[in-house]
Every structure is written in C-alpha cells, then in structure tokens.
C-alpha cells in the first residue's frame, strides 16, 4: 500500500532563507508526483508536475527533485518570502487516477 | 471559464439535510474528480469522472453520497441526510484528457453540519 510522508508537519525560518520541504513514498511504482500549496480556507494550487521520468521541476523560485528508487521527493524555495507561507503538499500518482496524498508541511515565513 | 469553479463556497445546514454541491471544470477538462478535506489532513478520494461517466466511485464513504455530470462538464456531489461527520472542505478538481495529466483545483465547498 502506497504511503505518503511529509516532514517536518511545521517549519518556521526567517524571510530570504532557502530551505526544503521533504516528502516520502513507499512504492517507487508511480506515474507522477505533484506538489501543491494551500493557503488558509482556500483549495489547492498546483506548483509543479513531475513525471516518473524525470528527475526535476523549476518554476521561478521553487525547484522540486523526484528520486524514485529512495521514494522521496523534495520542494526546494529558494529566497523564501513572508508570501510563501501556505501549507504544502505532495502527492503521488500510482498506476491508476487516484492520488496519495500526504498530510503536508504548514510553512511560516517570518518577516 | 478560467479555473475550477464550486458553489456554493460555504454550507451550513442541519443534521439530516439533503445538500448539493456544484463544480464547474475548467472548460475542455475531461476528467473531474471530488475529494474531502478534513483540518490537517491531505485530500481524500471520493470518486473520479471521466467525461460523463463515474470511473470510479470507490471513494464514497457510503450510499448517501452521489455524485452526476449528465453532460460531461458540470458536476454536482449530492449529500442524502447529513451527518455531523460529513462536515469537512469538498474541493474539486479537472484535469485534461489523460489521467497523468496535471490537476487543477477548485476553492471547495466548506460543508458544516450541525
């Protein structure tokens, strides 16, 4: 049974740190991994799309990596900014539709 | 439109209601899917269409729960004689054609039953 992990559950560090959001599978057999931000009562952005083929991502300043044979993933922001705090999720697509979410990780940037 | 769209964005209703929850895909989506969200937990599967027909339904927790898309595009989740325990955030999603595509997520529907 596919199993998600992210750690740390929370992480506060002060604005302009780079820091790393961590997410673990238990099953290397996906088709995809996808991580997402989700601010206060609102629903989920997705950020960025890694297919099984590929080992990373960029958008802007975030850059996520997927390691399958270790099944882990990580959310690399870089130049973190008061505007990136949000709770952060990662999912995992296995050989059918459905997504195994993880818990996630609720940042805080400190001005 | 430009992204998912659900209505309304908050229910609050009695215990034994019948409530409806509206989702409007992102135009030419073929897939849509229905998860719930409870505080502090990742989404959890409800079902999964793709075009008109449900894929798959495995994720409603019991016979009380329904869900439609007649046309291929707007979805309606149905929620027979709630329950204190139905409360939780409904957040739908589209994706295009392919299932390993990319999921776009609606603002959800914040359901609170008292």
């Known amino acids: 049974k596919q199993e998600v992990t992210q750690i740390p559950a929370a992480l506060s560090v002060p604005e302009g740190e780079n820091l790393v959001l961590n997410c673990s599978f238990t099953?290397?057999?996906?088709?995809?991994l996808q991580w997402f931000r989700q601010d206060p009562g609102k629903g989920l952005t997705s950020l960025l799309l890694?297919?099984?083929s590929q080992r990373e991502q960029t958008s802007g300043r975030l850059n996520a990596s997927l390691d399958k044979s270790s099944g882990r993933s990580t959310l690399y922001i870089a130049a973190s900014q008061p505007g990136d705090s949000a709770t952060y999720l990662c999912?995992?697509?296995?050989?059918?539709?459905?997504?195994?979410w993880g818990a996630g990780t609720k940042l805080i940037i400190k001005p | 439109g430009a992204g998912v769209s659900q209505t309304p964005s908050n229910k609050v209703t009695e215990k034994g209601k019948y409530v409806e929850l509206r989702c409007d895909p992102i135009?030419?989506?073929?897939?849509l899917y229905w998860y719930r969200q409870s505080l502090g937990q990742g989404p959890e599967f409800l079902i999964y269409?793709?075009?008109?027909?449900?894929?798959?339904d495995s994720g409603l927790p019991n016979d009380r729960f329904f869900a439609v898309r007649p046309e291929g595009s707007v979805s309606t989740l149905k929620i027979q004689r709630t329950e204190r325990g139905d409360s939780a955030v409904y957040l739908c999603?589209?994706?295009?054609?392919?299932?390993?595509?990319?999921?776009?997520f609606g603002e959800g529907s914040r359901l609170t039953v008292l």
């Open positions: 999603a589209s994706s295009p054609s392919t299932w390993t595509g990319e999921l776009f």
């Open positions: 135009s030419g989506h073929t897939a």
């Open positions: 269409f793709q075009g008109t027909g449900a894929a798959d």
């Open positions: 999912a995992v697509r296995r050989s059918n539709y459905q997504l195994i």
């Open positions: 890694i297919q099984s």
């Open positions: 099953d290397s057999a996906i088709y995809n």
